[in-house]
């Protein structure tokens, strides 16, 4: 049977019903993308072409209802099904009115989800066919995401073009907010594993006694509350993408046990003592010196020299800071459309400000201050739309080198000056509690 071109995304946090939903559309021929949340598989649709949306209703954080709207305002063309455990009538006319054009209660038949696939992708075709010169709706660009014209920035990508299309191990260093995430996935839909799927996990957010559990899986009566089989983080991975962020949180135990992995590829569950091979490619990041957690016995060595066989270094934003207007711009364009429905844009002395500042928390600082400068400003973006520890910013030297602690330092000093030694206004300014202002001051 030839290869349908159609390509289906599913959306559900039950890995158990993501693989089976997965299995059963590649019977039918279908490229597959997998995602276990909603912010997944925003990031799917931003990079890859879609042409069916199954999604799941009860999610955490956000629901299959959120998605649906932001995909029925954001990609129209695409075809949406809802899949749920809990059906309704009320539920069943709140997903119609949300997108979707159909709804089916779990469990379901293979021959049923066969017939509700095929009846959606028709409907979809039958839409483009009735809407003549329609844009593609995704530039499907590999690092469309990523922005920026430094030779900082051009030495990612160059990285980025030379591991895309292995398995190589890759460690991602930088500072919180610089982007590591958006490089790793750049990384896997860049390249020839792009239809596998792209699964990200922050250690630091597992508890230690689960993180084992999260990553292997575990069988049923491996532990209290163990009443079910359950594949982990690994097992959805397999044939595309592992992204372990914040690794050096990850306990000693399991640094153990994704050492074998790396290794051997090969995992065992929680439970269990039979070996699963694993087919997919890890790709790591921290914003920690690694070589310092070595010494101090709460890193192992043996791991990241397995994790580095090829290391990415994502430059803080003020080593990059001729990105600055065209990350401006980007965020003015994403929020702009978002939340005014239209193009907004910056006066130069505005520009000038954020060029200056150094962006402790990096590109997502500066995004957070973009979106609210396009939220309060009445017309084009001026100094009187940017937060007051802009306002008060200092000239720091244009060497790209700049300790981080002299800059905090320095710039600590003038609030304080701005404020006459208010520390509760001072506090406030740089967006810290009192506690913490004192404490670098001490």
């Known amino acids: 049977m030839p290869l349908n071109k159609e390509n289906i995304l599913i959306v559900d946090d039950d890995i158990k019903i993501l693989e089976l939903l997965a299995r059963r559309l590649k019977e039918f021929n279908y490229h597959v993308f997998k995602a276990i949340s909603v912010k997944e598989a925003?990031?799917?649709?931003?990079?890859?072409?879609?042409?069916?949306?199954?999604?799941?209703?009860?999610?955490?954080?956000?629901?299959?209802?959120?998605l649906l709207k932001y995909a029925k305002e954001h990609y129209p063309n695409i075809p949406k099904l809802v899949v749920t455990g809990y059906p309704s009538v009320d539920?069943?006319?709140e997903v119609i009115k949300s997108g979707a054009m159909d709804y089916m209660a779990k469990p379901f038949t293979k021959a049923e989800l066969k017939m509700a696939v095929e009846r959606a992708l028709e409907h979809g075709r039958a839409d483009q066919a009735s809407i003549a010169n329609v844009p593609s709706r995704t530039q499907n660009l590999p690092f469309k995401e990523m922005v920026g014209n430094s030779t900082a920035f051009k030495q990612v990508l160059t990285i980025i073009d030379r591991v895309k299309n292995n398995r190589a191990t890759v460690l991602i260093h930088g500072e919180s907010g610089t982007g590591k995430e958006l490089v790793a996935r750049a990384i896997h839909y860049?390249?020839?594993?792009?239809?596998?799927?792209?699964?990200?996990v922050n250690c630091g957010a597992i508890p230690d006694n689960l993180q084992e559990a999260e990553l292997f899986g575990y069988t049923k009566g491996a532990f209290t509350g163990a009443d079910q089989n359950r594949n982990g983080f690994f097992q959805a991975a397999s044939g595309g993408t592992l992204f372990l962020d914040e690794i050096g949180n990850a306990c000693l135990d399991v640094q153990a046990k994704l050492l074998r992995a790396l290794q051997e590829k090969e995992i065992t569950k929680v439970g269990s003592r039979t070996l699963e091979k694993v087919d997919l490619r890890i790709v790591a990041a921290t914003n920690m010196d690694l070589l310092k957690e070595i010494k101090k016995k709460n890193f192992r060595e043996d791991l990241y020299y397995r994790l580095t066989v090829v290391e990415i270094r994502v430059p803080p934003l003020r080593q990059r800071r001729s990105d600055i207007p065209l990350l401006v711009d980007r965020f003015l364009q994403k929020y702009g459309m978002e939340y005014r429905d239209r193009l907004l844009r910056i006066d130069s002395e505005a520009l000038k400000i954020m060029e200056r500042y150094p962006w402790p928390g990096n590109i997502r600082e500066l995004e957070n201050v973009v979106q609210?400068?396009?939220?309060?400003?009445?017309?084009?973006?001026?100094?009187?739309?940017?937060?007051?520890?802009?306002?008060?910013?200092?000239?720091?030297?244009?060497?790209?080198l700049i300790p981080l602690r002299d800059m905090e330092r320095k710039y600590i000093k003038r609030v304080l000056l701005h404020t006459k030694g208010n520390k509760t206004k001072a506090a406030e300014i740089l967006k810290i509690s009192r506690k913490t202002l004192r404490d670098k001051l001490d």
């Open 42 to 66: 925003l990031f799917i649709l931003k990079d890859t072409s879609i042409d069916l949306l199954i999604t799941d209703i009860q999610m955490p954080e956000v629901d299959g209802i959120q």
């Open 91 to 93: 539920g069943a006319l």
């Open 190 to 200: 860049s390249g020839k594993y792009s239809k596998g799927p792209f699964i990200a």
């Open 372 to 400: 609210r400068a396009v939220i309060m400003a009445d017309g084009p973006i001026g100094t009187k739309d940017l937060p007051d520890f802009l306002k008060y910013e200092i000239d720091f030297p244009d060497e790209e």
